[in-house]
Structure formats: C-alpha cells, structure tokens
C-alpha cells in the first residue's frame, strides 16, 4: 500500500490538502465513508479529501448549513468512541438586520448528529431556541455532487470523464447522477424531512420560526446508488437504532482486556472501534480494509498483518482474511495486474478507473510478501485454533501459494524471493516500504530489479516452518520434511548473505547484481520477528534497532537518521509506523529482549496521548522526541483509521506479556512478562482457545509481573517462564 505510487508516469500523490490535523471527522461502513470538517460540513473548496464516497467515487463533494446565509458557529465537535456517530453542536453567529434587532449570537442551538449506512449518509439537526423572543431565519444547506474517483481525489488526473446528468428535482428530494465511461449511473439522492420551502438543484432552504424553548428538527438522508442497485432506505428512526445495534457487535471473539489506567484503555477502546468499523459491512465480510481515505478497500498484505496482530484474542479475523485471499489467488499469468498462479492479491478497486484500466489496481498484485504472510497466517492459525476442518478448505490454496514462492518467487534459482514489476504501470517496489524511492544503497542510489527484500526471506522462512506443522497434521510428513529442509537452508543463506558486520544488522535488500543494499531500517526487526536470525545477531540487531539513530523515542524509524535518503518526513525513509514498530517489538520479545519491546510499547502509549481520539495513525514522522515536545509530528496525508496501526496495541501486549498460544497442545506460555511502570494490573477476559476458556489477571510487582487465572473452563494450561 504505497502513497506514492507511478500511474502513467507520475510519481507523486499530490497532499495540498492535509490529514493529519483535528479539523477532519471520519465515519466509514462497509465501502462508504465520509470525511468531513469540525462543523460537520463537506466542502468543495480546500480540503480536497472532504466528502461523502461510495464503492470509490465521490458522491458528494459539497454538503454544508447556513444560517441566514452565515456559517454557524462550532461549539464543540467529535466523534462518538464507537466510530459510529458524528456529533456536532453548532449556533448562530450575530444576525444583524435592518428592519429588526437580529438576532444576538448564542441564541440558537443546533445539534448535528450524522452516521453512515450500506451506501447512506443520515442527518439530523435539532434546532432549540434558547433565546427570550420569538426567531425567524433561513436555514439553508448547498449540496452538489462531482463523482471523482478516489484516485483523481488523490490527485491523478484524467485526460477524460463521464458525464453529470441533469439533476431531478421534487417536492422533497433532488436526485444527482453521473453517467460513467464505464457505462455505469451512479445516483445521490438528497431526501429532506419536513420538505422545504424552496428545492433546487443545489440548494435546500428553510423557514425557521421558533417561540422561545421551541424546537425543530430536520433530517436529510443521503442515498448513493449505482446502475445495479435497489436500495431500501430504513427510517432514520429505524437506521439509528440499527446503528446502535452494530455498535455492540462483538470483533475480538469475545475477548476482552481491561487495565488499572485510564488513559490505555481508551487507546484499547479506540483501536478495538476502529477495527469494527474497518470490518462491519464490508461487502467481502470479515475482512478488514486497510484505511480510510485513501485505502477504504480489500489489501492482501494489510489484512494478513492485521489479524496477525489480533490473532491471540481473535482467531475468526484470521479466517475471515485467509477464505478472502484463498477465492481471490491469482490462476494464471497476466502480466499487466503483475499476476501469477499461486500469487495472493496486493489490492482491490472498484472504482471507474479501475474498471476502465485508468489505473492497474482493480485486482492487482504486485507485492512480493502477500504471498507467503498468507501461508503464514494460515500457519500461525493452525497453531493458535487447532482448526484441521478450515485449513483443510483453503490447504489447495496454501500449497500453490508455495508453489508460487519457488517457482515465480525465485525465478533465478538462488534460494532467495526477489520482485522485478512486470506491469508498465505498477508499483516499483513490492515489499510493504513501497514507495518509489524506498528500496536503496549507502550512497542514496536506488536498487536495481530483481529486489530480494531482507523480510521477505524471513516470511518465507517462517511460513515453510508453519506449513510443515499444517502439513503433518494433515498427514503428510514428507511433504512437512521437505518444507522443513528448505527452511532450515533458507536460513543459513540468509545469514550468509544479508548479515552486515559494519552496519551490525541485517542488510535491507540484495539487488539484481545480489550486491547488499547498506542501509539500517526497520525491516531487520523482522527477521527477528520470523525468527530466521540466529541469537548471536538478534542481539546485535536489536541494539542497533534501539539506537539513538533508529529509535526516536516515540519508536523506531524506518530508516535510520544519518542514512542517504534519511527524511523524517517522508512516507518510508524516516517516519515511525505503528504496525511495522509492534511487529518489531514481538521479534525482540521472541528472541527475550522484553525491556527492548518494552521501550518500544512505551513510545507507541506515548504517541497515543496526543493524538486526536488516542487513535494511532497510519504513521508519523520521525522527528526525535522531545523534553517540550506535545506530541509526534503527524504525516500530513497518513489514513487515520488504518488498520494494522489499530491492530498494533494488541500485538504490543502479546510482546510484552510474551503470549504464546499453541492449541494443538492445549497451552498458553507467557515468557518473561513484562508491563510498563504506568500499567500496574491488566486482565483479560474471555480467552478462547478450542473449546477452554480464561479470565486472568496480570500484575506487576517490584520482583516482576504475577500471573493469576480468575476463570479456567475446560482443558487448558497456563504457563509462566522466565
């Protein structure tokens, strides 16, 4: 998932409009969302990311209230904790008039409440006159619709567009529509409730007469529609208790954590809403898009890695991902979507480009890792559900998975995988760091094609490991003894090849010549996290990883400061990510280095205070932390919801805690277990493994952390090492 991505020879997504500040409010479900302003409004003007989207075309590119022809006054603004409502309190500015005395500022509140179904956006103001006199003024709202495709919204241009119909205007609704090169309609139609006095193609206008303590209400319902479609529009009665209802679907299986800090759980809270709402409605089901705006869609590698991360309180977002992959694992050669049989997909579109090929992304698959995390998620599934019936389903997929890993994974035979785009229009570099300028040499050169990437060799590793344990539970030993033998020669080509004595790390990538790219990232904490390393060298790795030029206090940078293309800026050569830094912590805390992932976890809590909702973002800079400092620096058009960076507090306390759930032997290990100083007890409710179930309390105490079992239910074991 990269934001700067080459389509028709650019380079850049153009960010003149910024994210990362608290005048947005973002509500999502299933393939719609919004984005609005503080007051609640979309706007055309500025803010290009505004609006309200739909199966990735932008539905509406302009909804905003006056009062009297003025903007209102905002009061206050946010976000419910359940993601599920906006709510906005909002009052007239001074209303001056020459035939009367106006009306003084303050007189009329006006609360707005706004949340999202399958394709609609509900709306209600409640207006109450808190004033002493009788009111009169104009309510009004302006509305028009542009049907950008998220990838023009993103700022990549089209020499060509569709066609916007006329409007189709009625007593109480207006119907906008555009006629698509893809030959599809899609609609908005504006339902307004009481009907206003005056309806326009653009505008709605209201009378407001209001006696003192007197209130009205007004509700406007957005319906987006396609040429396919016959939406039933629910009440918005009916639609918010429904909306309440989603609100208390359960995503974690149950499972439940809740600490002796406040301020953790509400970064708990938010990050377990986030999910829901990066799940619930998705036409996919269970699967988890990666973020929104710019990635409100199916990515392979971001769905892998977010349930990886919730995979020890909530096995079903794993089966949700892999049954996903497994149906949509390319079959043939096609070189324009960078496909190859066996390969699992990058990305997902639906939009018009996509449709009409403006852009290679409506099933693309051009990342070099999707493929084996998938055998690895399925691996690391098996082991914490002992579930043979599923992995019996998808095993078909997961050998051509294999299949593909050694034959067009390692096209020149030399043990390693390594990525060469086959698509003109594709991305350049296919690991998870996949913009343009990521993959690079000491002096700031760029690698040459075919790229072996140092992680990708230890998800390969670890997935033929996880596969051999699948493998032989099905009852194939031989196949798991081969699978065996390649991983265990893997590993030593591994550390023949990627170790790096003077950088004291593994080297990030090989390239076309098999020459090391020098470079300190962040992608040698993943070799811990596949356990490819030897001990010797996790260590050493690990102090590089927790150095002053990698770790900047709020977490590790993914690349080191000092290095040719350092930027704490940018999107991959610098800034911190929250999911690539809990991935990290759980492969030191693999190799025993708890304090390590412990610093780690703290920076990340840090972060968490000062962010808008304590809802980590996709990534932010990489500035040093400071004494004076408020906050990390935020990237200007990170996605905030994202997934894997809502998934990454729950993979930090399997780090700390050192969790290993291992069904088929019916245990849980907690290995040297270690809780931040501000995190005094933390107990975890409802852990499912097969059919047991715990509740456990977790303290710490100035000899170490104690480990009760409050509830145990049926065969299951519990053990604590050092």
Known sequence: ??????????????????????????????????????????????????????????????????????????????????????????????????????IPRCTLHVYRSVFLDDGICYQQLRLMNYGLAFIDLALSFEFAADYADIFEVRGTPRQKKGHLQPAAVHADTVTLSYLGLDKVTRSTSIRFSPAPNLLTERTAGYRVRMNPNEESVVLVTAVCERSSDQKLVPTYADAFVSKNLQCQQDILDGCRIKTSNKRFNEWLKRSEADLRMLIQGNPEGAYPYAGVPWFNT??????????????????????????????????????????????????????????????????????????????LLAGAYFLRTNSLDFLKQIWPNIVKALEWIDRFGDPDGDGFVEYARKSTDGLTQQGWKDSGDSIFHADGGLAGAPIALCEVQGYVYAAKLTAALVARALGDAEFADKLEWQACDL?????????????????????????????RTSNAGHALLCKIASPERAAITADTLLSERMFSGWGVRTVASGESRYNPMSYHNGSIWPHDNALVALGLSLYGHQLKALQIFCGLYEASLHVQLSRLPELFCGFHKRADSSGPTLYPVACSPQAWAAGSVFLLLRAALGISIRAPERTIRFSNPVLPANLDELTIENLHVANAALDLLIRRHPEGVGLEVLRREGDIEVVKSV
């Open 1 to 102: 998932m990269g934001d700067i991505i080459r389509i028709k020879g650019r380079y850049y997504v153009l960010a003149s409009s910024a994210l990362a500040d608290d005048r947005t409010r973002v509500l999502k479900y299933g393939d719609t969302f919004a984005v609005f302003n503080r007051d609640g409004d979309i706007e055309a003007a500025g803010r290009k990311q505004l609006g309200l989207f739909h199966a990735e075309s932008r539905h509406l590119d302009r909804m905003t209230v006056r009062l009297d022809g003025r903007t209102p006054l905002l009061l206050s603004s946010t976000v419910r904790d359940d993601n599920a409502f906006l709510s906005v309190d909002l009052t007239n500015p001074d209303i001056e008039r020459e035939k009367d005395d106006g």
């Open 298 to 375: 199916v990515f392979g590698r971001d769905g892998i890695i977010t349930a990886l991360e919730c995979l020890w309180m909530a096995p079903s977002i794993a089966e949700g991902v892999l049954k996903y992959l497994a149906s949509t694992q390319a079959t043939e050669v096609i070189p324009e979507q960078d496909a190859e049989p066996g390969k699992i997909v990058h990305e997902v579109r639906r939009g018009e480009m996509a449709a009409l090929k403006e852009v290679p992304f409506g099933r693309y698959y051009g990342s070099v890792d999707s493929t084996p995390l998938f055998v």
């Open 491 to 519: 590993q030593k080509r591994f550390e023949s090849k990627f170790w790096n004595e003077q950088l004291r790390s593994y080297v990030l990538a090989l390239d076309g010549k098999k020459e090391q790219c020098l470079v």
